[in-house]
């Protein structure tokens, strides 16, 4: 089964740190990558997608993350955070194409803390 | 554009009750639907697809009979938790894919609270 890790719980940050929060996924094929951002009261929100491509992909708000298929990772990072980052971050794949392969599945989140 | 809401945002039932939650595609027409359930610190876990006209797909796990899922148009879906126990309260999620748009993009409501008391 497909199944998605997230290795930081919880991450505590002072503004203008770089940030990194680590994803990897199981799944041998062609798979479809996401990041979402849930900030606090707040549905979730599309910050980048990984389909095809140039595996470095740029997302909304500085955001970025790396599709590394040989190590079955997709990383987020941002440079330089802001107090406007605490949220709580999403990895998510979608495995295969149309049908009930249209499922997401996610990561257990990532809890951001930026600290100004 | 692309904005899912649901309603309630928040609902408090009695033990045995059954409680139902709204999901609207506001400005979109949404073929398919699907329904998450958080728990608090824990990820989003796929429930159900919603297919406009048809049965739902549950996931391995989920009773078909306990939460039934209804998606009579192309931009509602409704997730009724029948019988509630204290167990069932959760975050309840939906999300709609753009019919037409890429197969693979979905857009999030805001969550119900559920809370069985």
């Known amino acids: 089964a497909q199944s998605v890790s997230q290795h930081n719980h919880h991450v505590i940050l002072s503004e203008a740190a770089s940030l990194e929060l680590g994803c990897n996924y199981s799944y041998g094929g062609t798979v479809n990558l996401f990041w979402y951002v849930q900030y606090p009261g707040q549905h979730l929100q599309l910050l980048l997608k990984?389909?095809?491509?140039?595996?470095l992909v740029k997302g909304i708000k500085g955001f970025e993350a790396e599709f590394i298929k040989s190590k079955f990772s997709f990383n987020l990072r941002k440079p330089s955070v802001q107090w406007s980052d605490t949220a709580e971050y999403f990895c998510?794949?979608?495995?295969?194409?149309?049908?009930?392969?249209?499922?997401?599945?996610f990561g257990t989140g990532t809890l951001l803390a930026v600290q100004p | 554009g692309a904005v899912v809401s649901q309603h309630p945002s928040w609902v408090i039932c009695k033990s045995g009750t059954s409680v139902k939650i709204e999901c609207r595609s506001l400005?979109?027409?949404?073929?398919?639907m699907f329904w998450y359930r958080q728990f608090p610190k824990q990820s989003l876990m796929l429930m159900a697809t919603s297919n406009e006209g048809s049965k739902a797909t549950y996931e391995q796990g989920v009773e078909k009979d306990k939460f039934l899922i209804n998606h009579a148009s192309l931009t509602l879906s409704t997730l009724t938790v029948t019988s509630a126990h204290p167990e069932d309260s959760s975050f309840y999620i939906c999300?709609?894919?753009?019919?037409?748009?890429?197969?693979?993009?979905?857009?999030f409501g805001p969550g119900t609270r559920l809370t069985v008391l």
């Open positions: 990984y389909f095809s491509g140039d595996p």
């Open positions: 400005d979109f027409q949404a073929t398919t």
């Open positions: 999300s709609a894919r753009v019919t037409g748009g890429p197969y693979n993009e979905q857009f």
């Open positions: 998510a794949v979608n495995a295969g194409y149309g049908g009930a392969t249209n499922k997401l599945i």
